[in-house]
């Protein structure tokens, strides 16, 4: 290893890192892979599902721009879900259960087709400058490995502790080592700014010893959905079911029992969780007015009794998880086979990256994943494809690829972390994304596939799939404004007047399938063009006022900022503003408007001054 120089190193073989290697290296770098355990490459390392909400759009982003994870989701997928059916089509998100081992076998294969991609097992202690230049890494066993880009995805395990109770483990999951010395070193030769964050995953129970009979049964959606808009491999036509059951009291005094003996209240553990996936020690002192906490026993996979329960995450003493769980319903006689436990991990400041995730303060040092400070595996796979991509174009030396928010929900994500920071780690949701009425899961391939071509990563056939569609969305369109009637097509009423189909599209209890016997040809289009048509005409007015906000919103936050731009001389921005403008420097008012704490009235005067 010593003596071959690469174009890209990625380090860590998590979702960030298997995307980002798999860009690069299909982008014609040549690269290598680092990671402690080449076994365990695209492992789940908490729960054994993909998507779900805001997270299935994310998916489905990552498969338009070229990347892998929904071929891979799709491939060892054992239920389907689509979420929030009830809701409007910009809340629906795709959802899937996954055999956890094939997932990760899956991950693997694909990799190592890609023949640019190469693989060596070994840590990474520091990363190697010149200047502020990178030049590659430092590892534990293989020495100096050499090259001019490298991306860090080290997830959960730099400086990483497991608890459980008062017992300490180090490592990033359970049976694997930490990572030490990478982070020290960034930190003092760069002066990068870290922080602690925690995150935590559940006991693994015994399938077979569980009274399913006792608890809820949750089936999947009659016909599985594929993440992949082009080609994937056949999706399963017979589901894996989860089932529900619900805490109670006694657990709950049971779990409050074991406070005393919790790193979350004695102090020993100081960094901070998510606040959207609380533990169930969290559940119950926050919401100690609530007798019961819902709770989804998942299966692990097609041939395994695993069983992973989805809503117990815990770092409690192994005897209380124990004694808590098997005074659950359906859980009396339940046998654990791993208990659950918390991890705490380094994480970098990810203000300090430009919005390729790219270092500011370097060239050629790239971040992505939970060293962000995000968590879920699709938050993670969406910032290793970025960083990947980016790596790439800054080999051929072009200009850094960059979402924005009005592009994508990736774009909300990474303009979300290097603007605003976080405190916790972060988890996408619908709510974040202003524009996500533009931005759903069913058109990520007409938004982004452009993108992928042009950058390499889909192929002319793939290319020429998505304009044909996009052909045959504007030729129904056409047929349904042409086309007149003057009865209504479920009552046979008269219209006052002849009116459009799409005219009639509108109305609410009118869907495209009752338009089939009045343009028989409509049956000729795919139904996800006639889902798009639909949706496109039952929702005009709002996607023409979103469109318009956009193209609003570009024209204030196209105004550069210049480098020397004083705003302590403005007296009238608040001090907070000031403050944070002054620290952050953003190069644009775009940038400046994604900044905690600048409000619209700091960005109007901060507009004022720009024209003068």
């Keep these: 290893m010593r003596d071959q120089v690469f174009d890209v190193i990625v380090v860590g073989g998590g979702h960030a890192g298997s995307e980002a290697a798999a860009a690069a290296a299909r982008m014609g770098c040549r690269t290598l892979l680092i990671t402690m355990q080449l076994s365990m490459i695209g492992q789940m390392s908490c729960n054994p599902a993909m998507g779900g909400i805001a997270k299935g759009q994310i998916v489905r982003e990552i498969d338009a721009l070229g990347g892998l994870s929904g071929k891979v989701a799709d491939a060892s997928m054992i239920q389907f879900r689509m979420l929030n059916r009830s809701k409007g089509p910009a809340m629906w998100s795709p959802r899937s259960q996954n055999d956890r081992e094939l997932f990760a076998k899956t991950w693997k294969s694909y990799l190592e087709k890609i023949p640019e991609?190469?693989?060596?097992?070994?840590?990474?202690?520091?990363?190697?400058?010149?200047?502020?230049?990178?030049?590659?890494?430092?590892?534990?066993?293989?020495?100096?490995?050499?090259?001019?880009?490298?991306?860090?995805?080290?997830?959960?395990?730099?400086n990483a502790l497991m608890h459980m109770g008062s017992q300490k483990i180090e490592g990033g999951r359970m049976g694997e080592k930490a990572s030490h010395g990478l982070s020290q070193s960034l930190s003092e030769k760069l002066s990068l700014k870290t922080g602690r964050l925690k995150t935590g995953t559940p006991p693994r129970l015994d399938g077979r010893s569980i009274e399913y009979e006792r608890t809820q049964v949750q089936e999947?959606?009659?016909?599985?959905?594929?993440?992949?808009?082009?080609?994937?491999?056949?999706?399963?036509?017979v589901q894996k079911c989860c089932y529900i059951t619900h805490t109670n009291s006694r657990?709950?005094?049971?779990?409050?029992?074991?406070?005393?003996?919790?790193?979350?209240?004695?102090?020993?553990?100081?960094?901070?969780?998510?606040?959207?996936?609380?533990?169930?020690?969290?559940?119950?002192?926050?919401?100690?007015?609530?007798?019961?906490?819902?709770?989804?026993?998942?299966?692990?996979?097609?041939?395994?009794?695993e069983t992973y329960l989805n809503g117990f995450s815990?770092?409690?003493p192994v005897h209380i998880q124990l004694l808590a769980l098997q005074s659950i319903e359906g859980l009396e006689r339940v046998r654990m086979l791993r208990p659950g436990?918390?991890?705490?991990?380094?994480?970098?400041?990810?203000?300090?990256?430009?919005?390729?995730?790219?270092?500011?303060?370097?060239?050629?040092?790239?971040?992505?994943?939970?060293i962000n400070g995000t968590t879920g595996?699709?938050?993670?796979?969406?910032?290793?494809?970025?960083?990947?991509?980016?790596?790439?174009?800054?080999?051929?030396?072009?200009?850094?690829?960059?979402?924005?928010?009005?592009?994508?929900?990736?774009?909300?994500?990474?303009?979300?972390l290097v603007h605003k920071g976080t405190q916790e780690p972060y988890r996408m949701f619908?709510?974040?994304?202003?524009?996500?009425?533009?931005?759903?899961?069913?058109?990520?391939?007409?938004?982004?596939?452009?993108?992928?071509y042009r950058l390499?990563?889909?192929?002319?056939?793939?290319?020429?799939?998505?304009?044909?569609?996009?052909?045959?969305?504007?030729?129904?369109h056409e047929i349904l404004k042409n086309h007149k009637i003057s009865t209504h097509p479920l009552s046979q009423a008269p219209l006052k007047e002849k009116t459009s189909l799409a005219q009639i599209l509108l109305r609410p209890e009118i869907d495209f399938s009752h338009l089939h016997p009045l343009i028989p040809e409509a049956k000729n289009f795919p139904q996800e063009v006639q889902e798009q048509v639909s949706i496109a005409i039952k929702y005009s007015s709002y996607l023409k006022r979103e469109s318009q906000d956009i193209q609003r919103s570009k024209k204030l936050q196209s105004a550069l900022i210049p480098p020397s731009f004083s705003y302590q001389d403005i007296s009238s921005l608040s001090n907070e503003a000031r403050e944070k403008l002054s620290a952050m420097r953003p190069e644009s008012l775009k940038e400046a408007a994604c900044i905690s704490g600048v409000s619209a009235s700091d960005l109007s005067i901060l507009a004022v001054y720009l024209r003068k």
């Design 117 to 158: 991609l190469f693989f060596w097992q070994d840590q990474v202690q520091a990363v190697l400058f010149h200047k502020k230049q990178v030049r590659g890494v430092q590892t534990r066993l293989g020495g100096e490995i050499l090259a001019e880009n490298v991306i860090l995805t080290n997830g959960t395990f730099l």
């Design 220 to 237: 999947g959606d009659p016909k599985a959905l594929p993440f992949s808009f082009y080609s994937h491999p056949p999706l399963p036509k």
């Design 251 to 305: 657990v709950h005094a049971l779990v409050e029992k074991g406070f005393a003996e919790s790193p979350l209240f004695d102090g020993s553990m100081t960094g901070k969780g998510p606040r959207y996936c609380p533990s169930i020690e969290d559940k119950v002192q926050r919401f100690s007015q609530k007798d019961s906490h819902q709770l989804f026993i998942e299966p692990e996979g097609w041939e395994t009794t």
């Design 314 to 316: 815990t770092s409690l």
């Design 341 to 370: 436990y918390a991890v705490e991990y380094d994480f970098f400041l990810p203000t300090q990256l430009n919005p390729h995730l790219e270092l500011r303060q370097t060239k050629g040092l790239f971040f992505a994943g939970q």
């Design 377 to 416: 595996y699709e938050e993670a796979a969406c910032q290793g494809l970025i960083a990947g991509i980016n790596a790439a174009l800054r080999k051929r030396k072009e200009k850094p690829f960059v979402l924005g928010r009005d592009e994508a929900y990736i774009g909300v994500l990474i303009d979300d």
């Design 430 to 452: 619908t709510s974040r994304s202003e524009y996500r009425l533009s931005l759903r899961q069913d058109n990520a391939d007409l938004r982004l596939s452009s993108h992928a």
């Design 456 to 476: 390499g990563l889909i192929d002319q056939p793939r290319y020429e799939h998505v304009q044909n569609k996009k052909k045959q969305i504007q030729q129904l």
